[in-house]
């Protein structure tokens, strides 16, 4: 099989991005430019330069239907979610383009087969304080780490994990091999499908990378604003200065040069 470049990557993953905001906007599915994505957009108008994946986020009832509408209709882009494919479990879903095939180094233990994708995060009701959204948040860290580790081929050492971590995250991998992790999304899912989205004064995707910084204010999510990536229109979040600052900080500055790297573990090929 041929491998695929870094830029043909990043052209792949904007197809299926454009693919999916035109079933959302057929179905009326609410969806936003998500974490690095949504940064890109507004400090860039596309992709970071040293990074090449793409996230969107979805509120969990319209993630929801998304997944319903893939399930029951022809899409153009194949869906990898815990409702579709029981090799893939994970809290999130991905969107992926058909004609390639990725090889995962160190995660995707089942052997789900997906190829170039994007990753679709739902944004779940978390309450109506910050104490009440961080207790419901931190109720499944454990379980959630115990997933993380079930889902790795096998034990590696972390990139950006400090090195007393290492031990900690040795003793998940262990205790993961045991691990049914079909009923263990189950579990982590009930538990924040509990409070609904719509209702809540906090909100935040559960499943992402950036632990308290990811409760927000729901009424970020009131207006969409359309932003250009890639010479692409796609919707973000009205206030998406606030959900930006609330991730990253300053986020029109750049991080310092050893930083400017990708974080994706895969190989990608043509099929």
């Not at 999130?92 to 170039?116: F, I, L, P, Q």
């Not at 091999?177 to 559960?206: A, E, M, P, W």
């Amino acid at each position: 099989m041929e491998q695929i470049t870094s830029e043909e990557l990043k052209q792949i993953a904007l197809k299926v991005l454009c693919q999916v905001r035109d079933i959302c906007a057929s179905q009326g599915i609410r969806y936003y430019l998500d974490g690095g994505t949504l940064l890109g957009a507004v400090r860039h108008k596309g992709f970071i330069p040293w990074d090449d994946d793409i996230d969107i986020c979805m509120p969990r009832p319209d993630y929801d239907r998304f997944i319903e509408y893939c399930k029951n209709n022809e899409t153009p882009f194949g869906v990898a979610s815990i409702e579709i494919d029981d090799r893939f479990t994970e809290l999130y879903a991905k969107a992926y383009d058909k004609d390639t095939v990725c090889h995962e180094k160190y995660v995707n233990r089942k052997g789900s087969e997906y190829g170039v994708y994007i990753d679709i995060f739902p944004v779940d009701g978390l309450g109506d304080s910050d104490a009440e959204a961080l207790k419901l948040l931190h109720k499944s860290r454990y379980k959630r780490s115990l997933l993380t580790a079930a889902n790795w081929q096998k034990y590696f050492k972390s990139k950006t994990r400090k090195w007393y971590v290492e031990p900690v995250r040795f003793v998940f991998y262990l205790l993961s091999r045991c691990v049914n992790t079909k009923k263990l999304v189950k579990k982590i899912n009930k538990i924040y499908q509990s409070k609904d989205f719509d209702s809540s004064k906090k909100v935040g995707v559960v499943c992402g990378c950036y632990g308290d910084r990811e409760v927000m204010n729901r009424d970020i999510y009131d207006e969409s604003v359309e932003l250009v990536f890639e010479n692409e229109t796609f919707t973000a979040m009205g206030k998406y200065d606030e959900f930006l600052t609330n991730l990253y900080g300053d986020y029109m500055q750049l991080p310092p040069i050893e930083k400017r790297v990708t974080h994706h573990t895969f190989t990608a090929y043509k099929r």
